[in-house]
């Protein structure tokens, strides 16, 4: 068998030196030349947008560029720089990078394409590009990266139509011409900024997971964007993403595609219940990352995250000009689980005493303040704020945002977010665009200094996004890390054949070594062993072939259930070796098992389903004839901690089947809960094997047992 990983049990994954990269004081632009739209436009956006470093230009076709003498390689530099821009033929990139970093300069900026995107031959030389990050210490970006931006650094890509304002957001993109054309653009319209963004490109040496790593630790990084295609090593992801989740720093990700969960066929039920984007969710949730649908979604919360300091709770008061958005945002906000508290006591009165809202009898939450509200927004703050009832605050404004009235509302709505001591949300969902197309609105002016959301939806999931991570940070800090978990993983001494199914002689140690309960079994190789095995486990028993050849001997009437006498037995040992034998070799069969039959309980399945990128995931939901009926399962990235097992438990009808009995008592989740432990423990310690299908695992007041156990390896 072969050992865990040792990095799974080392250290939390290093955080790399990237500010020579983000604020270097000295580039090289080595293929520097104002005819090249990548490299020209690179150095145009560097200078106009107040780089005040050292600019080299490197090409030895040139001899002067942009007023600056231009140097025909980089040995040539009277100066080893901070940062080498790299914007030359793919077959040149190695030599040059090499050059870089035999000079030590400590990072390299490849913009050049065609690379393991491209052919055989790019892929070789993005081997090539790898191997030389290791054997001369130097980082690399990209290649095929379309650069990178610090608004409080340096500006480094082609595709950044304007200079970039000192912002609070880092943002990590697999895609250059999105994070560049699509989501800093976006933004900036909407007066939302950057800290840093980052277009990954191939990933040849610095990874995702390597920037994530890094802004998660800088004090001008309030929250982390990241848009994914997919990630080679997803446990440093996990790892740092928890790290960065516990430490304060929310992490956002738009994830496309399906996972890369295997494809193949498996031989288990657990297998074909697992989903191709079940496994990223899984690891997601556990290490604390919020998944978010699209861009805007990504940026808006985002916004909240940047905005506000740390939300209380998810107490939420709403107070709204429209009876109807009132209604509205009652219905989102419970779809959100955001609480909505009574009005009422002194907060109502105040309310009750302002004679502007031509209010009768009282007030909900949502409050439906009227368009006159409008009018006496300080003295419904000074109400509403000073209620203790509430964490955070929505006003949404159903009014135009670009007439005369506007005016004060925007003002009236700046000073009171300013000075409120939780967070308040500004909804203005009315007519946005001006008569004069060339003034500035109010409400745009007002989005200057404080967050304005225009849409409800997004306006909520803004707000449900800051209390979820609040519950997520004390969640993942509240359990063990994933380096604690690896570290304490217990690998037996097991030496398991590869490539099959195993037979039960083979399958009992492993399940035993995990405490993972199985219902008594015994195997007979011949009729009278058979009776004697009945005779010992008790009457009824089951009957059941054990050959690695059958996985599925159901399917072809190599089971027995329900026999009481020894004549039974006798019968069934011939009748389940002959349906057997119709389909196998006497080779593939090693006998038949013999088990009593398990009373009544609730039946669940549990196990393991091998994966590509993710080894393996576990999975747990109704099991039986459940499984099918309900088509409702959990999923976990192996190893896990007991909470990560119950939320998972508490997600599908199980916890509901265990604690609602009708006409019996109610069964603790928390044996349950151990189980799943101890199959996520067998998939993260023991790498040979593949998948586990224990269905159905009948769980009674003495505990869970599985009836059937199925264990395959990997070749």
């Known amino acids: 068998m072969e050992p865990i990983d040792p990095s799974l049990s080392s250290a939390d994954p290093a955080i790399p030196e990237l500010d020579p990269l983000f604020d270097p004081d000295s580039v090289a632009v080595v293929g520097a030349s104002p005819d090249s739209f990548y490299s020209g436009n690179l150095v145009a956006n560097l200078l106009d947008y107040g780089f005040e ?13 942009w007023g600056r003498e231009c140097y025909d390689d980089i040995d040539d530099l009277p100066e080893t720089v901070d940062l080498a821009v790299v914007s030359v033929p793919r077959e040149y990139v190695v030599d040059v990078v090499t050059t870089a970093g035999e000079r030590g300069v400590p990072v390299a900026l490849v913009l050049t394409a065609g690379f393991s995107e491209a052919d055989e031959e790019g892929q070789r030389l993005a081997s090539r590009l790898a191997e030389t990050a290791a054997d001369t210490d130097i980082r690399i970006v990209g290649p095929n990266c379309i650069g990178v931006m610090a608004a409080r650094g340096a500006t480094l890509t082609s595709t950044c139509s304007r200079q970039p304002q000192p912002g609070r957001i880092g943002l990590v993109s697999q895609s250059g011409a999105l994070a560049f054309t699509t ?9 939302l900024h950057f800290s840093h963004i980052v277009s990954t490109g191939n990933e040849a040496d610095l990874t995702l997971t390597d920037y994530v790593a890094y802004l998660a630790e800088r004090e001008t990084v309030d929250v982390i964007c990241t848009y994914v295609e997919g990630i080679e090593d ?52 556990q290490s604390g990352v919020q998944r978010v649908p699209d861009i805007p979604d990504l940026l808006s919360r985002a916004n909240a995250h940047t905005a506000y300091d740390t939300v209380d709770g998810d107490r939420l008061c709403i107070a709204s000009t429209s009876g109807g958005l009132a209604s509205l945002l009652a219905d989102m906000a419970a779809e959100r689980d955001l609480a909505l508290p009574d009005i009422d006591g002194a907060t109502e009165r105040a309310l009750l005493d302002i004679d502007e809202l031509l209010t009768y009898g009282g007030f909900n939450n949502p409050a439906d303040i009227r368009g006159y509200g409008a009018e006496v927004l300080p003295a419904i703050a000074d109400a509403l704020l000073s209620d203790d009832a509430f964490d955070a605050y929505v006003f949404a404004i159903g009014l135009p945002g670009v007439d005369d009235r506007a005016e004060t509302i925007a003002a009236d709505l700046e000073r009171i977010v300013t000075a409120a001591d939780d967070p308040v949300y500004v909804l203005w969902t009315g007519r946005k665009e001006p008569d004069d197309p060339t003034v500035t609105p109010p409400y745009a002016r007002l989005r200057e200094s404080v967050p304005v ?17 609040v519950a997520d940070r004390d969640r993942v800090a509240d359990r063990p890390s994933r380096r604690e978990l690896a570290a304490a993983l217990d690998v037996p001494d097991l030496d398991l054949p590869r490539g ?40 009824p028993v089951v009957l059941k072939i054990d050959s690695p050849a059958l996985p599925h001997r159901t399917d072809v009437g190599a089971v027995a259930l329900g026999l009481d006498t020894p004549q039974a037995v006798r019968e069934a040992y011939r009748d389940v070796r002959e349906a057997a034998l119709a389909h196998v070799d006497e080779s593939d069969v090693a006998g038949v098992l013999v088990q009593p039959m398990v009373g009544d309980g609730v039946e669940a399945i549990l196990g393991v389903a091998p994966g590509d990128v993710f080894d393996s995931v576990v999975t747990v939901g109704p099991g039986g004839v459940l499984v099918e009926a309900l088509d409702e399962s959990a999923t976990l990235v192996p190893p896990f901690a007991p909470a990560d097992a119950r939320r998972a438990v508490e997600e599908t009808a199980l916890a509901d089947l265990l ?29 040979a094997v593949a998948e586990i299908d224990l269905n159905p695992v009948v769980i009674a007041a003495d505990g869970p047992v599985a009836v059937d156990a199925l264990v395959r390896t990997r070749d």
């Open 453 to 469: 959301y225009e849409d409800p939806g997004r306006c909520l999931d803004a707000v449900a996004s800051t209390t979820e991570y």
């Open 234 to 285: 997803p446990e440093r992801f996990m790892r740092v993403a928890e790290r960065a989740t516990r430490d304060g720093t929310p992490v956002l990700t738009v994830k496309i595609g399906q996972s890369d969960l295997a494809e193949a066929a498996t031989l288990s039920h657990t297998g074909s219940l697992t989903g191709s984007d079940d496994a990223w969710r899984a690891a997601f949730d």
């Open 183 to 191: 989501f800093f653009e976006r933004a900036a319209d909407r007066d």
């Open 500 to 539: 099959r199914v195993l037979e039960w002689r083979e399958t009992e140690p492993l399940l035993d070594a995990f405490d993972i309960p199985v219902v008594e079994t015994r195997v007979a190789t011949d009729p009278e062993a058979a009776v004697a095995a009945a005779e010992a486990v008790g009457y």
């Open 659 to 687: 604690t609602d009995r009708r006409g019996g008592d109610a069964l603790p989740v928390e044996d349950v809960v151990d189980l799943l432990v101890n199959v996520g423990d067998l998939a993260a310690s023991v790498d």
């Open 53 to 65: 470093g050292t600019l080299y230009p490197v090409n030895p076709g040139r001899d002067e560029v």
